[in-house]
Nanobody
């Protein structure tokens, strides 16, 4: 089992910045990829960014150039720095940790962007 605890959500004006953190605990050696997803009301959950244990990074087209994902392996924490936020970035952001045939989710943190 892996436990994920997100933090850092909140309210920000459009054009502003916000940083999210996800601390992992438990059987973390089984985790190959950590990622951030988001889900806005009435929409499907979508991948925002992912980072593998070797540092390979992937971003959704909608956030490229604005969001940065990083991880601190010593702290078992993954971060998402969000800049130039837009109203359409508003959603509940979820941390995900995945390995071979396993996937764990955090409870999510709300990001609200005012126009």
């Amino acid at each position: 089992q892996v436990q994920l605890v997100e933090s850092g959500g909140g309210l920000v004006q459009a054009g502003g910045s916000l940083g999210l953190s996800c601390a992992a605990s438990g059987s973390i050696l089984s985790i190959a990829v950590m990622a951030w997803y988001r889900q806005a009301p009435g929409k499907q959950r979508e991948l925002v960014a992912s980072i593998t244990s070797t540092g390979r990074i992937n971003y959704a087209d909608s956030v490229k150039g604005r969001f940065t994902i990083s991880r601190d392996n010593a702290k078992n924490t993954v971060y998402l720095q969000m800049n130039s936020l837009k109203p359409e970035d508003a959603a509940v952001y979820y941390c995900n940790a995945a390995g071979s045939k396993i996937s764990f989710w955090g409870k999510g943190t709300q990001v609200t962007v005012s126009s």
